[in-house]
């Protein structure tokens, strides 16, 4: 397959600033990300996706109509020659970059990779991985170093309109194929109004993952915990037998955590409780946890080890009070997925006509796809061929980008046989 648009898409995506805020009511939560969603609204009826539109939410969706003759107009399913039902499909990927780092004049280089470490132009370097020695000799984009590539998730829209564009010009035989790109993914609201009837799809995908190959049917289940401690603060020179330290029972409880079970000392398949932010005084202090499993009975487990720490230092501290609320943020897509092993099995089809041999992976955190597939659209994840997501050493390879490519326009014609 020729190189398609996406390397030349993706500098043009990048180079405007989409970063989401975090703690924030409304969606989308910056602005920016409109600029982006505008853009992409006229290149898609610049292709000819006529009912291409972003709506108050910055949420853009765009219909590819069905090449396949006799093929019903819209709808759930289309009916191709010989009456087979294409099912509708969708492809979505996210507008907006990670808080974590800098999103702000991105300057995207395109270099040459052969060996060792890629310095960056505004200094520090990109050291050489396991994943970045596979692409030697690639042509890989970075960033000058100051601010994050956003890779996460440009990469995965410069593709899907790169094959929207080759399915189009090739004329290759696919049914519909709707388009959704999401604002916010990166602060946990990409689905938050995501309308899942309109969108009209039996399947779909996001193109938000990073290695060819590495697909993902299964995420974290996740929960997330919050320990408030109120004590009593009286001055520390009569203290005695009246001060209840809020901090020092919150600091107990952190050191209390199972260090095993911690996400820098845990992979794979492998749950862990994590308290992430401590806060507070004598009065008043709280603890903030994220707790993660692929499975229900680990989680419960967790849970237990939270329940049990707090029960102990209820015991420890009686003229403390300890509040614990457990909310939970996610579910592990894998169960649901299984129940659909058609978007399954086309997908892994679809890869290896790509020429990449597909492996699927737990991603250790969540997706779009996690909260889809819960919501009743079953939606596995496919690779971009970026890496080290959400800083300013992220890069991204072109040959995999192009891979993505390839890999959706198969996935639209494997549907349609
Ligand atoms: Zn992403």
Known sequence: M???????????????ETTSKPDCEKTPSTESQFDLANLLVAELRELGLNDANVDAHCYVTATLPTSCENAAANGETDVANGGKEIPVVGFLAHLDTSPDASGKNVKPQVIRHTSGTIPLPCGG????????????????????????????????????????????????????????????????????????????????YTVDGEIPGELNKET????????KIIGKEIHPGSAKNAMVNAARIAAEFVAATPRDQAPETTENYEPYLHPYAISGDVGEAKVRMLLRSFNDGEMQKLEETVRGLVAKLSDDFPKAKLEL??????????????????????????????????????????????????????????????HNFHSRTEWLSVDYLEKTVETLVQLAVVFAE
């Open 2 to 16: 020729p190189a398609s648009s996406a390397l030349e898409r993706f500098l043009r995506y990048a180079a405007i």
């Open 125 to 204: 370097a990109i050291e050489e991985d396991a994943a970045l020695r596979q692409c030697r000799g690639h042509e890989i984009v970075i960033s000058d170093g100051s601010t994050l590539l956003g890779a996460d998730d440009k990469a995965g829209i410069a593709a899907i309109m790169a094959a929207v564009e080759l399915l189009i010009r090739e004329k290759k035989k696919h049914g519909i194929i709707r388009i959704g790109f999401t604002p916010d993914e990166e602060v946990g609201a990409g689905t938050a109004y995501f309308d899942i009837e309109k969108f009209g799809v039996k399947y779909a």
């Open 220 to 227: 974290f289940t996740a929960k997330s915990a919050t320990l």
């Open 325 to 386: 609320t457990i909310t939970e943020q996610y579910r592990n897509m894998g169960e649901k997925l299984a129940d659909f092993p058609e978007a399954l099995t086309k997908l892994e089809e679809a890869v290896r006509r790509a020429g990449v041999i597909p492996v699927w992976k737990p991603i250790r955190g969540g997706t779009d796809g996690s909260r889809l597939t819960e919501m009743g659209l079953p939606t596995p994840n496919i690779y971009t061929g970026g």
